[in-house]
């Protein structure tokens, strides 16, 4: 069995996108095994998204993460990652597969409602930099 991280990011939140992703996620076969809702702090946020330091889009990336509460969870199924990043769908919703999460629910390529960990490797590192053990279900890490 396989774990992936995601997040439902603020505008998912706002816009009231919450229960209509969910329900995709549980509809396409994850079960969830962590969840918490938050409102990411700017370090928190940075150290979340080290890895895009220094590129362009840093700091509007930063600004849209913290501008209000997200959703954080980890996720479990076979092929989790990849088939995860099937369904939220292409960064630019504007490139995105139809039914995919972002092609129904996003505004741009920034916001872009979800998140998903792009390795199994990451998804275990994303997971660990959100939940302690004791908050996770099936715990493996
Ligand atoms: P991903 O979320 O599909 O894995 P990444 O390239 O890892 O895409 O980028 C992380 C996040 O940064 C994206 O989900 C999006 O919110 C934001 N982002 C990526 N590229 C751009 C861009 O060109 N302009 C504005 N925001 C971007
Ligand atoms: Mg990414």
Same mark, same amino acid.
């Given at each position: 069995m396989e774990r992936t991280f995601t997040i439902l990011k603020p505008d998912c939140v706002k816009d009231g996108h919450v229960g209509k992703v969910i329900d995709k996620i549980l509809s396409s076969g994850y079960k969830i095994i962590g969840i918490k809702m938050m409102k990411m702090t700017r370090p928190l946020a @940075? /150290?979340?998204y080290e890895i895009?330091?220094?590129?362009?889009?840093?700091?509007?990336?930063?600004?849209?993460?913290? @501008? /209000?509460?997200?959703i954080v969870a980890a996720l479990e199924k076979e092929n989790a990652v990849e088939d995860y990043r099937t369904l939220m769908g292409a960064t630019n919703p504007l490139k995105a597969a139809p039914g995919t999460i972002r092609k129904e629910f996003a505004e741009n390529i920034s916001r872009n409602v979800?998140?998903?960990a792009d390795s199994p490797e990451n998804a275990i590192r994303e997971i660990a930099y959100f939940f302690s053990t004791s908050e996770l279900i099936g715990n493996i890490l």
């Open positions: @940075e /150290g979340f895009h330091k220094g590129k362009s889009f840093f700091e509007e990336l930063i600004l849209f993460m913290t @501008e /209000g509460p997200c979800v998140h998903g």
